[in-house]
């Protein structure tokens, strides 16, 4: 009990202090969205109207301007939002025509999976691959997973989603382009969803592979080299024991570091994938709220997205403390 409390005890302090720490920049990322909102030639008021704002009067639009809330000096509006927001307020999209939090509501689970299934696939298949590239580095394997890790890193998400539909989709026919549900049904069944999910995945698992295959290959590559492992090679230790027991838990310590880091990539990378793929997920939303100039839905977006970063890198420092005992809880 006193061994855990002592592990436990530290962990508590970091998170609070990483929690506190977030609430200053949150507040200076909102206060940057509505920066630039005031700043954009885009006026929310002709999106919103469309085609009707063309023949309306002044008074309409100035009444309609007072209706969203973007009549006033910028700071305030950002004031307003932001001691809304903190009630659970995020006030209406004009471009879904619904309240922010239903919007990202409907659509936030369905992102979660995806960048939750690619991001599995990808620590997983990069682990394995870079293990086995490690074990004979600069034989065949190690040249060929390198070569294609250096490709794909050049290789934007759209491009390898586009490709993965003209290949499992068009040629193969084994996967669906797209969507959620299979044509002329609008039920989502297992099924559908296992066959619709997999070559999104696939594409967004792929794209992040290379990152954590040449960190997995060059940490166990130098592991293996370590006097330690020699040395439990020497006492006749299986291959096995040693290349999983030792090399590989000393050489993914760097890779811990790299999960936080890759968050903000897979989520620019989720956004591209559901577009290509349709997926019903926040990339919609997003599109639709910057062609539309829909800065109350924008600005919950983005503050989702920050959330996500500092959670990101907080989730690798716990991961690295609990990993490695050396590691000072305090100094994180």
Do not use: K
């Not at 000393?250 to 349709?278: K, N, Q, W, Y």
Request: charged letters at 15%; one cysteine or more.
């Amino acid at each position: 009990m006193t061994a855990r409390r002592a592990l436990w005890a530290p962990m508590a302090r970091l998170i609070g202090r990483r929690l506190l720490a977030c609430l200053p920049v949150l507040a200076a990322v909102t206060f940057g969205v509505f920066a630039v909102a005031a700043a954009s030639p885009f006026d929310p008021v002709q999106q919103y109207a469309g085609s009707a704002g063309l023949s309306a009067s002044q008074e309409t639009l100035d009444q309609l301007r007072h209706n969203l809330n973007v009549d006033g000096p910028f700071p305030q509006r950002w004031w307003d939002w932001l001691t809304s927001a903190l009630s659970g307020d995020f006030g209406d999209s004009t471009a879904l025509r619904q309240p922010v939090t239903q919007a990202i509501g409907e659509r936030l689970g369905w992102s979660v999976l995806l960048c939750a299934v690619g991001f599995a696939f990808a620590v997983l298949a990069g682990t394995a691959l870079g293990v086995a590239a490690a074990r004979r580095r600069g034989g065949l394997l190690d040249r060929a997973v390198t070569s294609v890790s250096y490709t794909l890193e050049a290789a934007p998400p759209f491009w390898l989603g586009l490709l993965g539909i003209w290949l499992f989709a068009v040629q193969l026919g084994v996967l669906p382009a797209g969507g959620l549900t299979d044509s002329g049904s609008d039920a989502v069944t297992t099924g559908a969803l296992v066959r619709h999910l997999a070559l999104p995945a696939l594409v967004l698992g792929i794209s992040q592979v290379p990152w954590f295959l040449l960190y997995v290959r060059q940490g166990v590559g130098d592991a293996l080299e370590e006097d330690a492992v020699r040395g439990a090679r020497a006492r006749g230790l299986a291959e096995r024991t040693v290349l999983l027991g030792h090399a590989l838990r000393s050489g993914l310590l760097p890779v811990l570091t790299l999960i936080g880091s890759r968050v903000p990539e897979l989520i620019t990378g989720a956004l591209l994938v559901e577009t290509v793929f349709s997926w019903p997920g926040i990339a919609s939303a997003t599109v639709e709220a910057a062609t539309a100039a829909d800065f109350p839905l924008l600005a919950a977006l983005t503050t989702l997205a920050t959330a996500a970063v500092l959670a990101g890198n907080l989730l690798s420092d716990l991961l690295y403390g609990l990993a490695d005992p050396r590691v000072a809880w305090e100094e994180m």
